[in-house]
């Protein structure tokens, strides 16, 4: 098994991508309004702290990971190229994802406790701390249970940016942008149709809606949510996703350009 | 020794039969030439080889064991296509130190010394070459890395006259210094009758011949002479194409010949590899297709 | 080394002919080396072990021998064998021949003798 040296190869070269990714963004909404605010003779109005409290700096992080994750035939090209197997670029480019979700969760915490909320003064800085950081009373079990809370959304997000990378690549390009557009459209209408349907009367009160409380971690307190439920579901639908990948990546082939 | 195996891949793109039944086994230290027209399955009977797809049936071995998701066995080949596996951003020496990493080793020093006799410059982006270039340092990398079998689909595609030559003077001094099996896709035929030593013709999918030059050669035979006696000497023998001038005609045989009497008026000789192929792909008498 | 292949016969034996030739003619002279398996496989782009095997042909008749680590060297009296077998082979060759073609063109045999004589004239 290769796996040591394609972990190596694979972690090198996203790096790069996801810190260009990075100074894409920051470029974007730091360096841009900057240079406008320069131009238009408004730099009195230019405050870095605003666009620092306003723009979701750690939210980025799984959006880049989707994006990366899901640009997965390249390094297929390269890697059958080469004569390195399907199997140890599946566990090669998870091994990968892992440590990237790892450094990337930590650091967003960092900066979240370290300097967004010293800054801002607002606690509820991502999904963990706006819903469900009164249920436990320790604060470092909060910390603790924010961390994983965090690193199971980011794993979510990258494992269907695999899934949806992977899928795709089992097409042709003609047949990768037909799905590109048709499969958002019909899902879109699907979604209305769903959510419509919901929050028709007739669906109050239905094990649906006791479902979709008990998924979201209802508790009888009003305002606490018990986030154990949807830690769990989203472990559950990440093995899934885990082993639909996995099964991908065995049925990646050189498609005839 | 090893020893590359096919046996029973077919493949089907569609509703064309791109491989039919092939089975052909590869010695380690041969030269083979892997010959067929255009469409003939050359490439994708490579790609399956070396796993890049995979066939509707059969298996693909090396000392008996599946390459199929095998890094050790897919490891020991290297297959230099057409197609551009390498990201165009990437410098020369960026994807040789990346496939260094995943061979386990490279021959730095034949590297080097190729670059300078063809003038690569190999700080240069991959994606900047040009055709003949792209060619050329796809042919470096695939004579550096250390496996027992490589696999040049069209090794001389977009190359000029005096590049091939010296690419072939490579290959022949890069197998004498190092002796692994080559396996060289091509319909140049010509260009590489003496170089190897097996020759595979494919012609629609199927095997139509599997064997060394010398027996192939051996067995051709072209007879000339006036027509009566030249069809009267091969009546009955495997006479697959012929040639008129005027009243002289040309029959080209494929197989022994037994021993009737030669006539006075008729001449025996060996044809090439070249026309024996290009009977051999197009079944019928006499018709005559010279491409290229 | 001006070597010419062409299709008629296989390469070894023509690698073979055209080494002995070259010994008649003293292009390789006796004592000399001759090129190596791999020059003249790199030269011509032939197979190496085609390449061998009509110098093994060669060297299976004594004319060449091989120096250890050195090469293959033209042996002494490499030419006057092999001129002495191409003169062996002289009448077989070349004079049936001559006289199937003279008789095909109605040249009696003293025409012929004529015309040799002739030949060694010029």
């Known amino acids: 098994m290769k796996t040591k040296q394609v972990t190596k190869y694979l972690f090198r070269r996203q790096i790069i991508i996801l810190g260009e990714m990075y100074l894409v963004t920051f470029v974007t909404i730091y360096l841009l309004p900057f240079l406008l605010s320069l131009i238009t003779g408004t730099l009195g109005s230019y405050s870095f702290t605003n666009i620092l409290k306003n723009s979701p700096i750690s939210g980025f992080f799984g959006f880049f990971m989707f994006v990366l994750a899901a640009l997965s035939y390249e390094n297929f090209k390269f890697l059958i190229q080469n004569g390195i197997s399907r199997t140890t670029f599946f566990e090669a480019q998870i091994s990968v994802y892992g440590i990237f979700v790892l450094i990337g969760n930590s650091v967003n915490l960092l900066y979240n406790y ?40 980011l794993a979510m997000f990258t494992l269907m940016g695999m899934t949806i990378g992977s899928f795709l690549s089992l097409f042709s390009k003609t047949m990768q942008r037909v799905l590109l557009v048709a499969v958002p459209i019909v899902g879109g209408v699907t979604l209305m149709y769903v959510v419509g349907a919901i929050s028709n009367a007739a669906f109050r009160y239905t094990w649906i809606e006791n479902f979709t409380k008990f998924i979201l971690g209802y508790t009888s307190q009003s305002g606490v949510y018990n986030p154990f439920p949807v830690m769990v579901t989203m472990f559950i639908l990440s093995a899934v996703m885990l082993f639909i990948v996995k099964y991908l990546f065995s049925k990646k082939q050189l498609k005839r350009e | ?134 060619s050329i340092f796809k042919l470096i990398l695939a004579l550096c890395v250390p496996v027992k079998f490589v696999l040049l689909d069209e090794p001389v595609l977009g190359l000029d006259a005096n590049h091939r030559e010296m690419f072939y003077s490579e290959l022949i001094d890069s197998f004498t210094n190092n002796p692994r099996t080559f396996i060289i896709s091509t319909h140049l035929i010509e260009e590489v009758a003496n170089l190897i030593s097996d020759v595979i013709v494919l012609d629609e999918g199927r095997i139509m011949l599997d064997q060394p030059v010398e027996e192939v050669l051996a067995k051709t035979h072209s007879v000339v002479g006036p027509q009566r006696d030249v069809d009267a000497y091969t009546k009955g023998l495997n006479v697959i194409g012929h040639d008129d001038m005027g009243n002289i005609r040309v029959n080209y045989v494929y197989g022994e010949l037994d021993d009737r009497r030669l006539p006075d008026t008729v001449q025996l000789s060996n044809f090439d590899l070249q026309k024996l192929f290009i009977f051999l792909t197009n079944q019928f008498e006499g018709s005559r297709h010279y491409e290229n | ?68 680590g050195l090469g293959m060297f033209v042996a002494p009296g490499a030419r006057e064998r092999i001129l002495n077998e191409k003169r062996d082979h002289f009448f077989e060759q070349f004079v049936v021949g001559l006289v199937k073609e003279a008789r095909n063109l109605n040249i009696s045999e003293a025409e012929l003798l004529e015309l040799i004589k002739r030949g060694y004239e010029r």
């Open chain 1, 114 to 153: 370290a300097i967004y909320v010293p800054m801002t003064h607002r606690m509820s800085f991502n999904l963990f701390m706006s819903g469900y950081r009164y249920f436990f009373s320790n604060g470092g079990v909060t910390v603790l249970m924010n961390f994983i809370f965090s690193a199971l959304i």
């Open chain 3, 1 to 68: 080394m001006q070597f010419q292949f062409n299709s008629s016969e296989p390469i070894y034996r023509q690698i073979a002919e055209q080494i002995e030739d070259a010994i008649a003619s003293n292009g390789f002279e006796e004592g000399t080396q001759i090129p190596s398996t791999n020059e003249i496989s790199k030269e011509f782009h032939i197979n190496p072990a085609t390449v061998l095997k009509g110098m093994n042909i060669v060297s299976a008749k004594n004319l060449i021998e091989k120096r250890r």
């Open chain 2, 1 to 134: 020794m090893s020893m590359l195996e096919v046996s029973h891949v077919s493949k089907s793109f569609g509703s064309k039969n791109v491989l039919q039944d092939v089975t052909i086994t590869f010695d380690e230290g041969k030269i083979y030439g892997l010959l067929g027209r255009n469409g003939a399955g050359k490439s994708t009977l490579l790609n399956i080889m070396t796993n890049r797809t995979f066939a509707d049936s059969g298996e693909v071995k090396i000392d008996s064991e599946n390459i199929n998701d095998n890094d050790a066995k897919l490891g020991l080949m290297f297959l230099m296509s057409e197609v551009n596996l390498y990201s165009n951003g990437s410098t020369l020496d960026q994807i040789i130190a990346d496939t260094e990493m995943m061979y386990g080793s490279f021959d730095h020093q034949l590297a080097k010394r190729l670059a300078t006799k063809f003038e690569l410059d190999m700080a240069t982006k991959f994606g900047k070459l040009s055709t003949g270039y792209n």
